[in-house]
């Protein structure tokens, strides 16, 4: 299966804390690899990130600071493919985009802007794909995590995390944890 | 179609202000009717979504200030039932869950936390279901997008919105945007 890897582009530190925190959340939660903050750091982010890889298992990496320039380059020249994710793009459910990006079996960076974006992200120098979940205002949080579902076939829901110290038993009614040492 | 209302529990204005309205507008996005912030009011989040609504068209109704407890008491007594979206829930993958939601054709009141929630919210005395998207610690916001893409089986992000000022014309590259008056 292709890896994916999500770059969150535009991210102010202060204003965006916690809304890149639930990018990431949701990236590892469906079934992504890891998550680049390009051109800027934010190590609260990355520590609370890194510590709920700790405690809930799986890998998940958590890369800053490096220029988004550099990260796409570094990506295609590794043989990957670049999924922009904006509300202008192809309509994931009118149109036939995912299933040319699943079908080139690559792997795939996503692109998550926070501010308006570098009109740059839009040409083929930078992506290989502009993807719209709707073409309405939305949450990038939310379209990463209908992107992901769709992409992975809804299988990363029942993925089991290597390694995990804490584990939820699901059930209708209350919580449930089992954890190990 | 049976209609999805979101009742947003928890909300604190100043922390939790981007994050809630990324809740609405995924709601908006993906086809709900509207949203209640219980408990609070935030006026300003209430503006943004009726500017949105305003040029992006379709009905998305903002409702804040009720008790929460009398929201679900209402839905309930219209015939409505509840899911509250727990990561301790039923998995969503994994269990037949949404099939007995939709199955049901009843009008759906989604609980969101935004902060750790009341236990009542896990009883029968809230909550019909208790519904995971998927059992790892995770986004509000993403986890009900996923919901409503499942529900509405992927067919509101080719929905309509009536009465739009401004449509977006999705393409592969660049942005298309077209006004009307």
Not at 40 to 53: A, H, L, R, V
Not at 99 to 119: A, T
Request: proline share 3%; with cysteine; hydrophobic share 40%.
């Amino acid at each position: 299966m292709p890896k994916i890897v999500i770059l969150r582009w535009g991210h102010r530190p202060q204003r965006d804390a916690r809304l890149t925190t639930h990018v990431a959340l949701a990236a590892r939660a469906l079934g992504a690899s890891g998550i680049v903050l390009s051109d800027t750091e934010d190590s609260k982010i990355k520590e609370t990130i890194e510590k709920i890889t700790q405690s809930w298992g799986g890998e998940f990496s958590f890369e800053m600071g490096a220029h988004w320039k550099n990260v796409v380059k570094k990506w295609k020249a590794n043989g990957g493919i670049v999924v922009h994710l904006t509300a202008y793009g192809e309509n994931i459910e009118a149109s036939n985009v995912l299933r040319k990006i699943r079908s080139s079996g690559k792997d795939v960076l996503i692109i998550v802007g926070s501010q308006k974006v570098p009109k740059e992200f839009y040409s083929e120098q930078v992506s290989d794909f502009n993807v719209a979940i709707g073409n309405q205002p939305h949450s990038e949080c939310a379209s990463l995590a209908i992107f992901l579902d769709r992409y992975f076939e809804g299988k990363s829901l029942e993925k089991n995390f290597e390694n995990a110290k804490m584990k939820i038993i699901p059930q209708g009614r209350g919580k449930r944890i089992v954890e190990s040492r």
